[in-house]
Every structure is written in C-alpha cells, then in structure tokens.
C-alpha cells in the first residue's frame, strides 16, 4: 500500500468555465489555466502520482507543452489511471476537498463523484469528495481562486 497527496490552486477569472472534477459549475467565473484548470481532477492526479512515486501533474503534463492547451483534465486522469495500472498498482480509494467561498459545491458532489469514478473505473464508495469554504479568509475567502487537496490510497 502506498499514499499519495495532492494540492492544486487556480485563480477565478472572467470568460472562463467553470470545471470542477469534469462536471461544468454554473458560475459567473471559471479557473485559469494551461488546460481546463480543473483544481480538483489536478489535486487527484498529483495525489495518485505521488502514491506511486512517478512525480508531479507539471512533470508529466507541462504546461509549456502546447498539446495540453485547453486538454480536459479527465484526460489527463485516465492516462495517470492507465500509467498505474501498468505499474501494477490499483486506486484503493481518494478523498478529496474542494476549497471555495464561492459558488456552493454540494449540489454538485454527486455528479463530481460519478464523473471520476467513471475515468477511473471505481465504485462511488472507493472516493469522497467533500467542499469547504475558509470563513472569507485568505484568497479562496476572499473569492479570488479555487483550492484542492486529495490523498489517494494506491494497493
């Protein structure tokens, strides 16, 4: 058995959307990023690589390399799924914790959850995804981005 932990953090921005474990958020603001800046899905691949000791999402997926422009991050996911699997590991579970002032996540945990499980070829009961807000302290407070963090179990 191996553990992991993952932490991502993107600004909020206009003219953006709004992607948070592949689920689109309805949300006057999106993230910026390189790809879909997707903080949870990137907290999880780093969570899961760091359990397998491959490295970090930057190292695999620069973002100097052009053909991750835009790239959903659920792309990103099921490769690090599959580069695990060939090293013979299994996603035994995830638990992840969105960080955001603003907007309300919970009505979206459920499809979030679906969504991942669907890339990873996982049981809903194999990850838990929770969300947060930091009572408007600091930058996630104060609505300028979003945070993640994720720890994953590798058997």
């Not at 932490?7 to 910026?32: A, F, M, P, T, W």
């Not at 359990?51 to 835009?70: C, V």
């Not at 969105?98 to 679906?114: F, T, V, W």
Request: charged share 25%; hydrophobic share 40%; net charge neutral.
């Amino acid at each position: 058995m191996r553990v992991g932990i993952g932490y991502d953090v993107h600004k909020l921005v206009e003219n953006r959307k709004l992607i948070l474990g592949g689920v689109e958020i309805q949300y006057s603001k999106g993230l910026l990023g390189h790809s879909d800046a997707d903080v949870l899905v990137h907290a999880i691949i780093d969570s899961i690589l760091g359990a397998a000791g491959l490295g970090d999402i930057g190292k695999l997926f620069p973002d100097s390399d052009n053909k991750y422009k835009g790239i959903s991050s659920l792309k990103l996911l099921k490769e690090v799924n599959a580069l695990i699997k060939d090293k013979g590991y299994k996603i035994g579970n995830i638990d992840s914790t969105i960080i955001a002032q603003k907007p309300k996540i919970s009505p979206y945990i459920e499809d979030i959850k679906k969504s991942l499980c669907n890339v990873l070829d996982i049981d809903l009961g194999s990850i838990n995804i929770k969300a947060t807000t930091e009572e408007g302290l600091g930058f996630t407070g104060r609505g300028e981005g979003i945070s993640s963090q994720s720890i994953c179990l590798l058997i």
